[in-house]
């Protein structure tokens, strides 16, 4: 079948130009910067090092950086799981006086912002700027995940909650409890979301901090792609910015290591999550 | 058993109020307190004034945005927003689709499942380790990934400098947006086709039509709402980038002072002009202009939707 082997060559293609750059990084990061230099690595190291990843695992600067980037995909993390699915549950019961304002405005803000620097007087306003706080407090509660957990509670009999109610537990008995229990794969979807969404943030660190302790490691590795940008204009300039080169390889790396590992995750909740927001209400 | 009071109700679900409330605050904080401050594109706005300063100074009508409109870059950086967009619609937009259609037809189960599933892993990572990505494979330097190919074979005698070319930038664009959102995009379609009723396929075999055929008349049809849905989330996001409204971080990330005619767009202007150089009044004034003509095009690409299909009703809203 001549379909057979148009389809295979196709597929390979595809895996290839899906992985082959992720892996030319790799091989860069392991790579002695002055030897890359010379052109011709394509597909293994030719002269081995690990002296990239010692660099940056030694520098208090990237180290600080990482330090900021685990720190928000974990506590933003928390407390917005947290926020959006409790909100969620709060304006979800069908029974609930004001409930269709209560979705009514959580929907018009959706589509509703000042732009850039409207929201930035605010965020001034507020002083949550050039402090870790911005990372954690605009995204503590999302939108439309908040619609997701919508869809999902409205599948939970509400007699649940009406017998552990009788057992004698309070609402938020219910809610800690019972609910959050059987809602682990929306929680576990949305989680993944917000990490992912948190580790690979930069520009809120761009406009809104300038505590250099403060920045995250997508923020350093934008300076060093700014950086390398400008060195493109000596094709002989220095050895150091090639080794700036082999270095921000080795930073790659570190900042897709954390999505690779989570991948097998992160395809299984999400190929369903996107039809999700596929779906006319 | 005796009707209770609205007092009573509401306390009796005090529980829920408590949350609901707290995250109306926080709606009105984060997102329409800000809508106030759209009222500085009609003032002169000092930042030296705070927070109060926004409805102290003095009203100017419509003079930021006329000034906008003769703004020695205002003709540039329209044209990089539609002909990005533009480009991004009519290449990258058919790409997931192509994706999903070749995916479906093959057959080899265990292949198609993993191209289909590394296809989407440049979904998840940042657009800053794409940007690297791309400087890497087209710098300037002979070490680039792209030039040190060409040198080995002979194909070019001096590096070129891609990434300093503004006609190249458009075309990195399109094709770093292909590659990082082309095989996310191709699940809806995946899910589309797969809802496909077998029995037409099976029908059309029987009568005899080619693969080409069957995927012309069943497929194709069978998902035209699916692209339908796409094509209008595109068209209203025609200021940031199509369908993954990618333009801000291309340009912003991608973008370098060589490149600048090519890659300057509404979203970085406001950038420069409000967070650069403080002209908080013009760059809201810039910032609304984009919002007002945005909604206009989702609006319009709606109402034609549905126009198309003979219903009064639009395919998304």
């Not at chain 2, 074979?153 to 503004?166: E, H, M, R, V, Y």
């Not at chain 2, 945005?294 to 998304?316: M, P, R, T, V, W």
Request: hydrophobic content about 50%; charged content about 10%; proline content about 4%.
């Amino acid at each position: 079948m001549p379909f057979d082997v148009f389809s295979i060559i196709i597929s390979s293609l595809i895996i290839f130009i899906s992985i082959y750059p992720f892996y030319y990084i790799l091989v860069l990061s392991l790579n002695e910067g002055m030897d890359t230099r010379m052109g011709g690595v394509y597909f293994w190291p030719r002269a081995f090092t690990l002296e990239n990843y010692t660099q940056i695992l030694n520098d208090a600067k990237w180290l600080n950086g990482l330090l900021i980037s685990v720190l928000r995909a974990t506590i933003g993390t928390v407390i917005s799981v947290f926020f959006t699915s409790i909100f969620a549950y709060a304006i979800s019961p069908s029974w609930l006086r004001f409930r269709k304002f209560y979705r009514g405005w959580l929907i018009v803000a959706m589509y509703v912002s000042g732009g850039l620097i409207p929201t930035y007087m605010v965020f001034t306003a507020i002083k949550i700027t050039n402090s870790f706080l911005i990372y954690i407090v605009p995204s503590a509660l999302d939108y439309f995940f908040v619609l997701i957990f919508l869809t999902y509670y409205r599948t939970i009999p509400p007699s649940l909650r009406e017998a552990t109610l009788i057992d004698g537990a309070s609402e938020s008995r219910v809610f800690f409890d019972v609910i959050l229990r059987i809602s682990t794969p929306i929680l576990a979807t949305y989680a993944l979301f917000s990490a992912v969404t948190q580790w690979n943030s930069y520009f809120d660190a761009v406009i809104y901090v300038h505590r250099q302790e403060l920045r995250p490691l997508a923020y350093l590795l934008v300076e060093v792609l700014n950086r390398s940008n400008t060195s493109q204009f000596s094709p002989y300039g220095n050895a150091a910015s090639f080794t700036t080169q082999s270095l921000q390889m080795a930073c790659v790396i570190i900042a897709i290591a954390p999505i690779v590992a989570l991948y097998p995750f992160l395809q299984k909740y999400f190929s369903k999550g996107i039809m999700l927001g596929a779906v006319k209400e | 058993m005796k009707k209770k009071s609205l007092f009573q109700e509401i306390w009796s679900q005090k529980f829920f109020h408590f949350w609901a409330l707290l995250g109306v605050i926080f709606v009105f904080v984060i997102s329409y307190a800000s809508t106030f401050g759209l009222v500085i594109a009609f003032k002169n706005y000092n930042i030296a004034d705070g927070l109060a300063g926004m409805f102290a100074g003095p009203w100017v009508g419509f003079k930021h945005f006329s000034d906008f409109f003769i703004d020695a870059n205002f003709v540039r950086i329209l044209r990089n927003t539609l002909v990005l967009s533009g480009l991004k619609l009519l290449f990258s937009f058919p790409m997931p689709v192509l994706l999903a259609i070749f995916l479906t037809e093959m057959r080899f189960d265990r292949l198609r499942r993993f191209s289909q599933t590394v296809s989407y892993l440049p979904h998840f990572v940042s657009w800053v380790v794409v940007a690297s990505i791309v400087q890497v494979f087209f710098n300037s330097m002979s070490s680039g990934l792209i030039n040190s190919m060409l040198l080995q074979i002979g194909a070019i005698d001096n590096a070129i400098s891609f990434l300093t070319d503004p006609r190249a930038f458009w075309a990195l664009a399109v094709l770093s947006d292909a590659w990082k959102e082309s095989g996310w995009w191709a699940i809806i379609f995946i899910a589309a086709i797969a809802s496909i009723d077998p029995g037409l396929y099976e029908a059309a075999s029987i009568d005899g039509a080619s693969r080409m055929q069957r995927i012309w008349h069943i497929t194709l049809p069978g998902i035209s709402h699916s692209i339908g849905v796409v094509l209008i989330i595109s068209l209203g996001n025609i200021f940031t980038g199509g369908m993954s409204g990618s333009n801000f971080d291309q340009s912003f990330l991608m973008g370098n002072n060589m490149v600048l005619d090519a890659s300057e767009i509404i979203p970085t202007y406001v950038y420069k002009m409000g967070i650069l150089a403080g002209r908080y009044s013009y760059a809201t004034a810039i910032g609304m202009f984009q919002a007002a003509i945005s909604l206009i095009f989702i609006f319009g690409a709606n109402y034609f939707s549905g126009k198309l299909q003979g219903q009064d009703e639009g395919l998304l809203l």
